[in-house]
Every structure is written in structure tokens, then in C-alpha cells.
């Protein structure tokens, strides 16, 4: 399983791909699990469609303003 909880000053941390090393000898880039957080919790722009809970994944909080983020979510 994996748990992610972020805060931070903008949205910038749901791009880019997701890396797993395996067995800490792996070079880059590993294995490529994702390419973008939205799409490695199976959801999709920036998880317009609001908070989930499913049995795989889940976006399970969010609070924003105009300087600040947190944001959770599993698989």
C-alpha cells in the first residue's frame, strides 16, 4: 500500500510519472508505474470529479486557498 499526504504552495506535485525501485539497485527510471499522479490513484484532471474511496485507490482530502495545499490519497 501506499500513502501519500502532501501539503505545498501549489498543484505542481500531481505531475510528472511515478517511479518504483524495486530493489534499491535500480537505475533510472526503475519501473514507470504511472504517469501522473491523477492517473496512478485512477482518476484523471487534476481529480476534478472530487473526493473517492475505492477498494484499489482513493483521494480521501483536499483543502486549498490561493497560497496553500494539502492534499491525501492511497492505492
Request: proline share 5%; net charge negative.
Given at each position: 500500500m501506499v500513502t501519500l499526504a502532501v501539503e505545498s504552495q501549489n498543484n505542481k506535485f500531481l505531475e510528472g510519472c511515478i517511479h518504483a525501485y524495486l530493489n534499491?539497485?535500480?537505475e533510472?527510471?526503475?519501473v514507470i508505474?504511472?504517469?501522473g499522479?491523477?492517473?496512478y490513484l485512477d482518476s484523471?484532471?487534476?481529480f476534478n470529479a472530487g473526493v473517492y474511496h475505492l477498494p484499489a485507490s482513493g483521494y480521501t482530502h483536499i483543502f486549498?486557498?490561493?497560497t496553500?495545499?494539502?492534499w491525501s490519497g492511497y492505492r
Open positions: 534499491g539497485n535500480n533510472f527510471p526503475g508505474i504511472g504517469t499522479l491523477e492517473d484523471g484532471f487534476f486549498e486557498n490561493e496553500y495545499i494539502s
